[in-house]
Every structure is written in structure tokens, then in C-alpha cells.
């Protein structure tokens, strides 16, 4: 285990699998596949509403009804009733990548043309398919689809260029359509019957009538590419929507045989699925740019506009950087967008807009990626001055001047930072000051320049003697932390340290090897560069002199960052590999191998969870840091030296998928999980206490019941309820309130008026839910449900179902337990029983501790009088003491800790 666990991806909204769209009562619901999970949204928003678990390969095929959502992963199919896998359908031979939800029955074809038949109603006992049906040799399925009142029946769609029409229930092919010579790609059924569109990978849309098998009118695409997605509209208009493989929707009129209108560039790459929502003009699309939108029909001209969408990066990040204190994360990608994630919403993630991007492309009959800003190779940003005006500043590749964005308005800003160099080069690095004021910006040309971000005005250029800073590009600049050092790295390896307000060359230091990236951390003052040797030195700025020198890493350097204290160093390679250098010790600590190279990595200020983008990957995964909630020994346990642990990439869901063990019960990974950090928590930690995690006014009120009771007292008695009607029986109570009689109870079999008192007569069932969980928890052993209902009781009731175990002392010389003392005094005995075993297990401490005073209030006297109650409280003294003096001694340690800790320099 390396210092740095996967925890989850994020920035991943779908992927290149079609989505499954199911309505529940007034809402629908879409799920989609992020891939080896899949996901389910509202469709009222697109909010996030269900994050499957992780699957051993990606998703091939969704399909869903109500609770169940079934994916086809490698030749299985996964049968989850919301997150949990209930099941796994295992017998195919081939690939599965086609699932349809048919009734009661899914259907499922692979690769090599066969079809299985599976009942998911009462599943534990339907494991194996109900039937299976071999398409034949000739036939490669690439679409399949149920055509409306066709009982039993389904059109299946080659590759070919043939179509076919099945009964799975008898197991007969009933036609063979053979109208096309161009390979199907998709085929759905339309609100008229016996019609279906047929989408070739040609561009040719064919609407052909089933039933007599007659071509009623066909479409032809004007751009290039296959037709990759069809649906029909519900709504009142006759409209067909159409997606293509150059990420193009058109809108044919059928009534008019028409095209209506074309939607350029709805999205960047392919379209995979499409989706009129029943009775609504709203048309829902999904591709392979991992994005999600929804077009509405409302204009005058009838075509969509832009409803609501969820998107990610289409293309991988190349600059990630944490932002808000950890809450949220920048990300530059190659798809030239500049995105914001949250960490802790996912709803709250979005794209800094541009400035209207899409209309100035229209007017300009342009598209938008020549419109937007070119990729962001290199950005910094600075939270000091984020309500006063610009606090993010980008450089772009092949672009000779810098941007400014203002992150409290999601937009880019209104100053454009142009170098006055002679020789117009592109901007390699940036860097804001401390102050959030300044942003420093250095060129291809050595060339490096200020600027106020307040006016975007140029504040001085940094000159040593001659014309330009440095004799070739500028790697990195760097401010620090009181505004009188601006550091500067050359490509050819010379380090230069200038006066930040004067721009005069204070001193200068070569490295010995050209270097290609720095890192600087300005509390402790210690910079960072990787050159092409593949080693990594860390300077002091103040001495200008090497102070530390790391080498492992055996391809190029692609990133690399500080932690918050500027005790760690983490490196990443093309390796594959993550490196964590100790600064203070001088050796590394940790290496770990992804399977995919990290290309950007950021460490968050609270140092509890690291962020990495990584090659070929549209997202950005995260990783919790162990020694965060381990003790601080097991650091010295990590890889060192040459030893390097592999560890999996984070998946979109952190929870592993469910099992199947051999006797056919699902076990949950999850509890496994939660059982080895219980064991662990033991192990490191023994003299640690958990908690409840209740409100604390609910166990704070078992103790000042009495005070509460006191002050909610009611200043009139209350009054007497009214009197029930005379012709409807009725019978006392202490509470006051009206009981009427039950029908049983008032009449019997001769007419008359009698009480079943067998109820009253028997006293177990007198005995109360309380006991009756108390007595069996007792007998298992296992106190954990007791707990939980007790748990679950208002203040108010379990100070009154304790004293409802009340004895009340009655002088009998004759007898030294009065009759019904008995059952009483055995429930107080497993109450202390209890109350011993939850204090030395140390589980819900500060809930058991107010517990034990509301019953010593209650008992105490009666515990007192009672020589076997006296032993049982012996007991539960000696453990209660034995934890405070644990608890006590933690403390102590604790407090001795965070002394030496705030006394430490380094």
C-alpha cells in the first residue's frame, strides 16, 4: 500500500455508450455509462442522483427498468437493484453489446449472433436465461429494437445491410428485409404503427413500413459519416431527429418529407444516442465528447435551442491545480476549454465561459473550436483577489499573449496581456504575485514582462544588460511571499533571482543541464527544477545554492508540486510512476506505478487528497493521502528505493461492485472494507473512543430531562377531552383519550358484551419492544441492534421505558422478593450487562455515557438494595475506569503532540 489510495474520478458525464431512459411516476430518469460504471441523473436538471459501483471491465451495453439497471460488461451482465449487484448472467460466449429491455425479460446479443432471453423477476431464482436464439452465420447484429404491438416480436439490424424480424417466444425468424446495401448502424420504432427509420452508415435514413415491407420516404444527410442515432417525437409535431458521426442533429419534418432544420456542431464528436421525451418537445442527446444535452422546441422557426447540458473535458487535461481551500479544482484541457470542478458538489462544476462563443461562431459561419482560445499549457491563479478583478492569468499554446479571467463570474476576462518584446514569441510561463496584483509572463524569446492585473497595463520588463532576461525560453517565473524576488528559470539551466519592484539582476546560478520545468514553494523559499537528465534539484533561493538532489525517475518528468508544509516533493513521470521525496530527510518515501502515466498533478492546501490528470484520460482523478488518518509511524512502512507499488486508477464510483460467492449469495466488498479499517482503527489506535454521531441534543436531553420536563410544563392543566357520541361503545385509559372498543371486544358469539382478558392474563405479551430486543440481543450476543433502536427512541421515551422497569419497595416480612419483582430485576441485570460491554468495546462512548446517568438516576437506589445488581455495577465501574484512563492518557499524548508541533521549526 502506497501513502496515496484511488479514491474516485471525476469530470466524466458519459461515455460512448448509448443511455437507457426510463420515466418513474412524474419524473424521468436517464442512465448513462462513465466507463466501468455507469451513472443515473434526474432529467429536471441533470442532477447527479446515483453513482453505480466499479465493474471488473468497461460497459458495453445499459439497459434499466425501475430499480434495476442492467450492464453488459466482457461477456456478463450485471443485474443491480439501484447500487447493489444482485446478480451476474454469465453465458455468453462472446462480447455482449447489445441489451434490450423487453416486458418482463431482458434481451441480450453478443458479437457472434447470439441471443439470450433473461427473467430479472424474483432473479435469485432465475440465474440462467429462459431461452437463446442463434441469428445465424452471415448476420452480424449491430442494432436491435421492439416494434410497438408487435406481441413477442423484434427487428434485429446487421451489419450487412439486412434486417431481420424474430419471435423470441417461438424462437422462429419471420422475415428477412434486404433493402439496403449499406450497413445498418441504428433502427427505432415510431408512433405509427407498423413504421420503423432505419439509419445507414452512409447518411441514408430509410422510414420503411414493416408490415409491408415498403419504403415510405428516405433522408440522405449532407454531411459526411454514418447515421448513428434515430427518434422519433411524441409531441404534436411529425419530426424525426437524426444524429451523425461529425456530431451533427438534423431535423426532418415528416409531414412535409422535409428537412427542417440542422443543429451545427451540437456536439464534438459522434453522436450516440438520441431521445424525444414522451409528449414533451424535447429532445435529449448524448456523445462521445462526454456530454450530455437537452434541445428544446419553442422558437418560431422551429428549431432547438439549448436547454440545459452536463459536460466534461473531451480531450485530456493538461494543468490541474487546486482552488477555494481544496474545494475545487481548475482544469486546462486539450479540447481548449478552462473548466472548474467541485470536489464536493458535483452540480457546481462548470465551463468558464469564453464570451459567446457558439453566436460569434454563427455570425461568422466559423466553428466554435476555431472561435475559442487555443489549449492552456501553463496557468496560475491567486484567491486573495478574487472579488476585485482578475485573479487567473493563462498562457496558450503558440499564442504570444496571456489571458486574464475573473473566476467570481465564471468568465474571461476584459485585459489581454501582450509582451512589448521585439521579437513577438509565444508565452511559456506565468505567475501571479503574492499581493494577487501582478502577473509575470515570460516568452520563447527569454523575454519576461509585468503587468497589473487591475488595469492589465504593463509594469516594466526584467533585462540583464541586454535585451531579454534569459539567452532562450523562459521554463518558469516564480514571486515570493513578500514581493521583493522574482525567480526565473532558462531553458538553457540558469537560475536568475531579481528585484521584484527595482527589475535589476540580483544574482544568478547555472544549473549544469538545460531544464524544462520548476516548482517553487514560497513559505519555506525552496525552489524546485527537473532538467533533461531526469533529476530533480532543489535550491535555496535566499543562498542560491543546491541543497538537495533527487534522482529515480527513469523517462520524462511530466509534473510536479509541493505539499502545503513544504515537507514533501511529489514527482510524476512518463514513466507511470508517482514519487514522494522526503525535503527534511533528503531520500524518497513512496513510489507507486499507474497504469496510465500521469501528464498533471496538485497536491490540495489541507494535504488530504492529491489530484491527477493523466495521459489519453478526460478526467481528473483523486487520491487520499493514508498518513492523514493513520498514525504518523506507519510513514517509515512505504516503498523506498527502488521498490514500487502498483495501485489501480480511482474510478468514478469509490465503492467495488458486489460478488457472487459459490453457494450463490451476493457478497458487498464494502463490508470487507469497513471490517479491515475497524481492524485497523484497533490496531494503531487502542485507547481511541468512537462516537454516535447523533445530535447532541439527543443525548445532552437525557441527562436534563428532568430541568426540560420542569420548563416545558403547561401553566392549565389540561382539559378533560369531550364525551364519545352514547351509541358508539367506548373504554377507559390512562391516558385520557377516547378508545373505542373493537368489534371482537364487544360483541362475541352469543351477542353479549365480553373482554378477551387471555391477553391480560398472559404476561409475555406484556412485555414491551424495549425488553423483548434487549432479552434476544442478550442471547446473541450481539448488542449491536439494541443499540440501534435505542438509538432511534426520543429522549422522552426511553427515560420513561426505563423507568417503566421501576420496582417499587413494599415491606413483606414473609417473603424477600415480593411476586413480580422477578422479570424487573433480570431486565436491570441485562441493562448493566449492556452498559458493561458498550464501555469496553468503546462504540457510541458519549450516547452510553448518558445512558448510564439517566439509569443511575432511575436504578440507583434499587442497585443499591441489591446484592446481584451490586456485582453487575462492579463490573461496569471497572471498565468505565479502565477507558477514562485510556481516554485520559490519549489526551495527554495528544496535547504533548500538538505542542511540539507549533514549537517545530524547520
Not at 238 to 267: D, F, R, T, Y
Not at 302 to 316: I, K, M, N, Q, V
Not at 744 to 765: H, Q, R, Y
Not at 799 to 808: A, S
Request: hydrophobic share 40%; with cysteine; aromatic share 8%.
Amino acid at each position: 500500500m502506497g501513502i496515496f489510495e484511488p479514491f474516485r474520478a471525476i469530470g466524466y458525464i458519459t461515455s460512448s455508450v448509448p443511455f437507457s431512459v426510463q420515466r418513474l411516476g412524474t419524473e424521468t430518469f436517464v442512465t448513462v455509462s462513465v466507463g466501468k460504471a455507469w451513472q443515473i441523473y434526474n432529467c429536471a436538471k441533470l442532477n447527479l442522483v446515483l453513482v453505480g459501483p466499479q465493474l471488473p471491465k468497461k460497459i458495453r451495453a445499459l439497459a434499466s427498468y425501475r430499480d434495476y439497471t442492467f450492464a453488459a460488461y466482457g461477456n456478463e451482465i450485471g443485474v443491480f437493484k439501484r447500487a447493489h449487484q444482485v446478480a451476474t448472467w454469465s453465458a455468453h460466449k462472446a462480447k455482449v453489446n447489445m441489451l434490450l429491455q423487453f416486458g418482463d425479460h431482458i434481451l441480450s446479443v453478443d458479437v457472434d449472433g447470439s441471443l439470450y432471453i433473461w427473467a430479472f423477476k424474483g432473479i435469485e431464482h432465475h440465474l440462467e436465461p429462459i431461452d437463446h436464439i442463434l441469428l445465424g452465420e452471415g448476420f452480424t447484429p449491430k442494432c436491435i429494437m421492439h416494434p410497438d404491438t408487435y406481441l413477442n416480436k423484434v427487428v434485429i439490424g446487421s451489419e450487412e445491410g439486412s434486417m431481420q424480424l424474430w419471435n423470441v417466444s417461438s424462437k422462429k425468424k419471420l422475415y428477412d428485409f434486404k433493402h439496403w446495401k449499406s450497413p445498418i448502424c441504428c433502427c427505432v420504432s415510431s408512433p405509427a404503427l407498423d413504421v420503423v427509420a432505419v439509419g445507414c452508415a452512409d447518411g441514408k435514413i430509410y422510414v420503411h413500413d414493416i408490415k409491408y415491407d415498403k419504403e415510405i420516404v428516405s433522408f440522405s444527410h449532407s454531411a459526411r459519416g454514418a447515421v448513428t442515432a434515430l427518434s422519433f417525437s411524441t409531441d404534436t409535431q411529425p419530426l424525426l431527429a437524426s444524429g451523425g458521426s461529425s456530431g451533427i442533429i438534423s431535423i426532418w419534418n415528416l409531414e412535409k418529407q422535409k428537412l427542417q432544420s440542422v443543429v451545427q456542431e451540437a456536439h464534438d464528436s459522434s453522436i450516440i444516442s438520441l431521445h424525444f421525451f414522451a409528449n414533451e418537445p424535447v429532445l435529449m442527446s448524448s456523445a462521445a465528447d462526454n456530454s450530455i444535452k437537452m434541445w428544446i422546441f419553442d422558437t418560431s422557426d422551429g428549431e432547438p435551442r439549448l436547454l440545459r447540458f452536463r459536460s466534461g473535458h473531451s480531450a485530456p487535461p493538461l494543468c490541474i491545480r487546486f482552488y477555494a481551500n481544496g474545494r475545487h479544482i481548475l482544469s486546462a484541457g486539450q479540447d481548449r476549454a478552462f473548466r472548474l470542478f467541485s470536489v464536493v458538489q458535483d452540480q457546481q462544476s462548470r465551463e468558464l465561459s469564453q464570451r459567446h462563443v457558439s453566436r460569434r461562431a454563427k455570425k461568422l459561419k466559423m466553428k466554435e473550436e476555431e472561435i475559442k482560445l487555443k489549449p492552456v499549457i501553463a496557468f496560475d491563479c491567486a484567491e486573495i483577489r478574487e472579488r476585485d478583478w482578475c485573479n487567473v492569468v493563462t498562457c496558450h499554446m503558440d499564442t504570444p499573449q496571456a489571458y486574464v479571467w475573473r473566476l467570481q463570474n465564471f468568465v474571461l476576462g476584459e485585459h489581454i496581456l501582450i509582451p512589448s518584446a521585439e521579437i513577438q514569441a509565444p508565452v511559456k510561463s506565468c505567475a501571479i504575485s503574492a499581493c494577487g496584483n501582478f502577473a509575470i509572463l515570460g516568452t520563447a524569446s527569454g523575454w519576461i514582462e509585468r503587468f497589473n492585473l487591475q488595469s492589465g497595463l504593463s509594469r516594466g520588463s526584467y533585462l540583464d544588460g541586454r535585451h531579454c532576461a534569459h539567452d532562450a525560453g523562459v521554463v518558469g517565473v516564480a514571486c515570493d511571499s513578500t514581493n521583493s524576488l522574482l525567480i526565473s528559470v532558462g531553458y538553457h539551466g540558469d537560475i536568475k533571482v531579481w528585484d521584484f519592484k527595482g527589475r535589476q539582476l540580483k544574482s544568478k546560478l547555472e544549473i549544469g543541464s538545460p531544464a524544462s520545468k520548476l516548482a517553487y514553494h514560497r513559505p519555506n523559499g525552496l525552489l524546485a527544477t527537473v532538467t533533461d537528465d531526469l533529476v530533480i534539484r532543489l535550491y535555496d533561493v535566499m543562498q542560491l545554492r543546491m541543497v538537495r538532489k533527487f534522482e529515480g525517475h527513469t523517462d520524462r518528468i511530466t509534473d510536479m508540486c509541493f505539499s502545503e508544509d513544504g515537507k514533501w516533493l511529489l514527482s510524476s513521470s512518463m514513466d507511470g510512476s508517482l514519487r514522494v521525496w522526503d525535503v527534511i530527510l533528503a531520500r524518497q518515501i513512496d513510489a507507486t506505478y499507474a497504469d496510465v502515466p500521469i501528464a498533471a498533478l496538485s497536491m490540495s492546501p489541507n494535504m488530504d487528497v492529491l489530484a491527477t490528470s493523466h495521459v489519453g484520460q478526460n478526467g481528473v482523478y483523486l487520491w487520499v493521502n493514508q498518513t492523514m488518518f493513520s498514525a504518523s509511524s506507519t510513514v517509515h512502512s512505504y516503498a523506498s528505493g527502488n521498490k514500487i507499488v502498483h495501485v489501480k486508477m480511482p474510478g468514478v464510483s469509490s465503492i467495488e461492485g458486489s460478488e457472487v460467492n459459490e453457494a450463490g449469495q451476493i457478497t458487498d466488498k464494502s463490508v470487507e472494507i469497513q471490517d479491515s479499517v475497524e481492524q485497523k482503527f484497533e490496531r494503531e489506535m487502542p485507547d481511541l473512543v468512537s462516537l454516535a454521531l447523533l445530535p447532541k441534543t439527543q443525548w445532552q436531553s437525557l441527562i436534563n430531562l428532568d430541568i426540560i420536563k420542569e420548563r416545558n410544563k403547561p401553566v392549565e392543566p389540561p382539559k378533560k377531552p369531550e364525551k364519545a357520541p352514547f351509541f358508539l361503545p367506548s373504554i377507559p385509559s390512562l391516558s385520557g383519550d377516547i378508545v373505542f372498543k373493537s368489534k371482537d371486544e364487544t360483541e362475541d358469539k352469543s351477542g353479549e358484551s365480553v373482554l378477551d382478558t387471555t391477553k391480560i392474563l398472559d404476561k409475555s405479551s406484556l412485555a414491551s419492544e424495549f425488553e423483548r430486543i434487549l432479552k434476544s440481543s442478550a442471547e446473541l450476543n450481539n448488542f449491536s441492534i439494541f443499540t440501534d433502536y435505542i438509538k432511534g427512541l426520543s429522549p422522552s421515551s426511553l427515560d420513561m421505558e426505563l423507568r417503566l422497569l421501576q420496582i417499587v419497595e413494599i415491606d413483606d416480612e414473609d417473603d424477600d422478593e415480593p411476586s413480580g419483582e422477578g422479570d424487573e430485576l433480570a431486565v436491570i441485570e441485562l441493562l448493566l450487562d449492556y452498559m458493561t460491554h458498550e464501555v469496553s468495546c468503546r462504540n457510541n462512548f458519549e450516547f452510553v455515557q448518558a445512558v448510564i446517568r439517566l439509569f443511575l438516576r432511575i436504578h440507583g437506589e434499587t442497585v443499591r438494595r441489591r446484592p446481584q445488581l451490586q456485582e453487575k455495577a462492579k463490573k461496569l465501574l471497572e471498565a468505565q475506569s479502565r477507558v477514562w484512563q485510556r481516554v485520559d492518557k490519549s489526551f495527554q499524548m495528544a496535547r504533548c503532540v500538538v505542542g511540539f508541533l507549533s514549537n517545530s521549526q524547520f
